[in-house]
């Protein structure tokens, strides 16, 4: 198997970051999209939501800061910013579902052609399950990304024509970051609008799904 | 002790009158809101077969995890059991000894929200079409799926905060509220741990989170035992 070298987690990062248009209220979800918020602009006034209750989280709190009164979502200390308000979880998902927030980018296992998208279980027998805030997450924002590897540790894709996983929620997804390439989910198909270290030949190769070149075009 | 609500000294004598099968609302999400003053005083006072809903199903030896351990659960509803500490859950719903009912957050704090505010079912779209949503109701509105969902009350609701005052007007810190205001509304006797008790009228009222008519009981717990010596 060819190694696909693609860009690093930070490099991946700060292009989401540079998609998310100044003064959104975004979710950052756990793992990987959280690193997203160190590459965002500090004068891009974007506001941070964290579904356990608060509006203008700020970084990871070091030291001093640490509150235990003050967790995000991964239940990890972190500050607040000026500007910050704090409600209760109904409010909170409320805030969500409601379509109140612009963005939200998440984590997956899977993400399909339709834009379905599985995060939540692996469906092994004998794990237990945990879903967490994922399904409301999926289905809440006005606008869901996925920020993900392009490929498993095992060389598959996670781009697929159905996901196999079990399904966190349907036809939701708009735009998949990955570390070899950027697809926009659109009616009319898997649109690729940026190649990280592969050309859209060995792309489409790789990837079950079929995929428009729009690499050369100007997409807003 | 002042109006209807009582001043507990204790938080053994706070939980005495939780009964064998009661369903228990626990407030908190990570270290933030967490009673574990009122959960550690259940495991001693020795209610078993009790019904637990709270967003995580226990960490570490203490707490909801250590009421689990020691058999007293026969049932957890909550999104996110598994954690990396959360080995008693994990070992007692592998053997079979503890139901699981997996509800999503946003669902499982509206259903609580609906319990506590009258309201007898509500349809939201998180989960249609998941494994989640089987055997559930469903409905196809303005071309958008939906799920059916029913409230979630508790015969007791345990909750963390802040400060209140004699009445049991509660005010939460940051992060700490999560499902503390919810939790005291859907529940029939709401028990709170503050770390502070102050006198009526020391409160604004503009500040008040949960209005004293949600409240039963309080008792003042030190912040030092709240925090389990991780900072102060």
Redesign the interface.
């Given at each position: 198997m060819s190694t696909l070298a693609g860009i690093d987690r930070d490099a991946l990062a700060c292009v989401v970051a540079a998609d998310i248009p100044p003064g959104s209220f975004v979710n950052l979800g756990i793992g990987l999209p959280t690193r997203i918020s160190n590459h965002l602009p500090p004068d891009s006034s974007v506001m941070l939501h964290?579904?356990?209750?608060?509006l203008g989280m700020g970084s990871g709190a070091q030291g001093d800061q640490?509150?235990?009164?003050?967790?995000n979502a991964g239940?990890?200390?972190v500050t607040?910013l000026p500007g910050a308000s704090?409600?209760?979880?109904?409010d909170?998902?409320?805030m969500?579902?409601g379509g109140h927030l612009d963005i939200c980018v998440l984590g997956a296992y899977q993400v399909s052609a339709a834009g379905d998208v599985a995060n939540w279980?692996t469906g092994r027998p004998?794990?237990?399950?945990?879903?967490?805030?994922?399904?409301?997450l999926a289905?809440?924002a006005r606008q869901t990304f996925v920020m993900m590897t392009l490929l498993t540790r095992d060389g598959r894709p996670k781009l697929v024509p159905e996901c196999t996983y079990?399904?966190?929620?349907?036809g939701c997804v708009s735009r998949v970051y990955t570390d070899l390439a950027v697809f926009l989910i659109q009616p009319e198909g898997v649109v690729v609008r940026d190649l990280f270290g592969i050309d859209f030949g060995t792309l489409t190769a790789l990837v079950e799904v079929p995929l428009v070149d729009a690499t050369q075009k100007a997409i807003p | 002790m002042t109006g209807r609500i009582t001043i507990c000294d204790s938080a053994l004598e706070a939980v005495a009158g939780i009964a064998d099968g009661a369903t228990v609302l626990v407030g908190g999400?990570?270290?933030?809101?967490q009673p574990v003053a009122l959960v550690e005083a259940l495991r001693e006072g020795g209610a078993s077969e009790l019904t637990v809903v709270s967003?995580n199903a226990g960490g570490g030896d203490h707490g909801l995890a250590a009421l689990i351990r020691d058999g007293r659960v026969r049932k957890v509803v909550c999104?996110?059991?598994?954690?990396s500490d959360?080995w008693h859950?994990?070992a007692a719903?592998?053997a079979g000894a503890v139901e699981?009912e997996?509800?999503?957050?946003?669902?499982?704090?509206?259903r609580?929200?609906a319990a506590g505010a009258g309201i007898g079912a509500f349809f939201?779209?998180?989960?249609?079409?998941?494994?989640?949503a089987e055997g559930k109701e469903t409905r196809v509105i303005d071309g958008r799926?939906y799920l059916l969902e029913y409230p979630l009350p508790g015969d007791v609701a345990l909750v963390a905060a802040?400060r209140a005052d004699e009445l049991g007007n509660l005010v939460?810190?940051?992060?700490?509220?999560?499902?503390?205001?919810?939790m005291a509304a859907a529940a029939a006797t709401t028990i709170a741990q503050v770390n502070q008790i102050v006198p009526v009228g020391a409160l604004d009222p503009e500040h008040v989170?949960t209005p004293c008519l949600y409240v039963d009981c309080v008792v003042r717990v030190d912040r030092d035992v709240?925090?389990s010596g991780?900072?102060q």
């Open positions: 964290t579904e356990n209750g608060m640490i509150d235990p009164d003050l967790v239940k990890l200390p607040e704090y409600f209760h979880h109904a909170s998902f409320a969500m579902r279980h004998g794990d237990v399950p945990a879903v967490g805030g994922a399904m409301d289905i809440g079990p399904l966190t929620g349907l | 999400f990570g270290s933030a809101g967003n999104s996110y059991p598994r954690q959360s859950f994990d719903y592998r699981l997996l509800v999503p957050q946003g669902t499982l704090a509206e609580i929200r939201t779209p998180t989960g249609f079409g998941t494994p989640l799926g802040h939460y810190r940051k992060t700490a509220r999560n499902f503390g205001p919810i989170v709240i925090l991780e900072r």
